[in-house]
């Protein structure tokens, strides 16, 4: 608004807040709140992270239950581990930037965005993490006990305290690869064409999660 009066060259003094709100309901002006924090936010770090090493953008396709599980998880020990099928593409992030140890992948694999398809339109990301990390040598064919022993060498964690999924333990025999996310917050509006358009010199590669 202060632009706007400054563009047809009035001059501001004062503003009253009654009539600003009346406005504001009048013409749609959008109020403060976390989602505009949060835009602006990203959008800072965004720039910061592009100028350092970022290599590319991972999406994961997970169910809203194995979301919700993931914010309880994240809150009480501060990771969140999912397992994928797409341990290929997990490779393919290693031969991106090989100088990097699996530890310090978040020096080029910054932000992690997650799709839920069952509680928002297709392609929206409605939440979104940093990356700590992923863990490819998956040993085959080895026992849930194995599997636990080498993922807590890996992550530091338990398998059984940070792994999301209602069907972990049926599924883990299919799953190449796990994926480390920490930091899990909301992010309404950001969808994977935006994140594209605003990264055309960044990698994007889209996991099914769980």
């Known amino acids: 608004m202060e632009n706007g009066f400054k563009l047809?060259?009035?001059?501001?003094y004062n503003v009253d807040n009654l009539k600003l709100r009346r406005f504001r309901d009048v013409f749609g002006a959008e109020w403060r709140n976390d989602c505009r924090?949060?835009?602006s936010l990203e959008k800072e770090r965004k720039i910061e992270v592009v100028e350092g090493n970022l290599k590319a953008v991972l999406i994961?396709?997970?169910?809203?239950?194995d979301l919700s599980a993931a914010f309880a998880i994240v809150r009480e020990?501060?990771?969140?581990v999912f397992g994928t099928t797409s341990g290929k593409l997990l490779r393919e992030l290693g031969r991106i930037a090989p100088e990097y140890p699996?530890?310090?992948?978040?020096?080029?694999?910054?932000?992690?965005?997650f799709c839920a398809p069952t509680c928002a339109l297709p392609h929206v990301a409605v939440a979104a993490g940093w990356l700590a990390g992923f863990w490819t040598e998956v040993p085959e064919e080895a026992s849930l006990a194995v599997v636990k022993e080498s993922f807590q060498k890996v992550?530091?964690?338990p398998w059984e305290k940070v792994v999301v999924g209602r069907e972990r333990e049926r599924l883990f025999r299919f799953?190449?690869?796990y994926v480390a996310v920490a930091a899990i917050k909301s992010h309404p509006g950001v969808t994977v064409a935006r994140i594209r358009e605003e990264n055309p010199e960044v990698q994007v590669l889209e996991l099914l999660l769980g």
């Open 77 to 80: 020990h501060g990771l969140a």
């Open 155 to 157: 992550f530091g964690l």
């Open 175 to 177: 799953w190449e690869g």
């Open 37 to 39: 924090e949060g835009r």
């Open 8 to 12: 047809y060259n009035f001059k501001l």
């Open 102 to 113: 699996v530890r310090n992948r978040t020096k080029f694999l910054a932000r992690f965005y």
């Open 60 to 65: 994961g396709t997970i169910t809203c239950a």
